[in-house]
């Protein structure tokens, strides 16, 4: 039951800030659930291995290249999913940073 209501919160998130941030065009929020549990899965399976050898930047730069991280696997799943675009990168990253603050904040709330 947590993992659903967590992946609905997520899809929460990306839908909020699809609609509120210029540049991020997302059908649905079935899309959006789609999208929040592509973007969990890739986080599962490549975040830990990118996290893990970014380490020593991610020390150098107290933190921030998590951000960067979190852009470029929000990108691929850009990529993969056809109805939901983000026009260019400095976009993702905002993206990354609100999708990130925003589930943390709705989790908080909610589980």
Do not use: C, H, Q
Request: glycine letters at 4%.
């Amino acid at each position: 039951m947590t993992i659903i209501l967590s992946l609905l919160l997520k899809s929460l998130a990306v839908f909020i800030v699809a609609k509120i941030l210029p540049g991020i065009y997302i059908k649905n929020f079935g899309t959006a659930v789609l999208v929040a549990f592509i973007y969990s899965v890739i986080n599962f399976l490549l975040g830990k291995i990118l996290f893990f050898f970014a380490f020593p930047v991610i020390f150098i730069t107290f933190g921030l290249f998590v951000f960067i991280i979190d852009a470029f696997l929000l990108w691929i799943t850009d990529k993969i999913i056809e109805d939901f675009e983000i026009d260019n990168f400095v976009t993702t990253i905002l993206a990354a940073f609100l999708i990130m603050v925003s589930d943390r904040l709705l989790s908080w709330i909610f589980l």
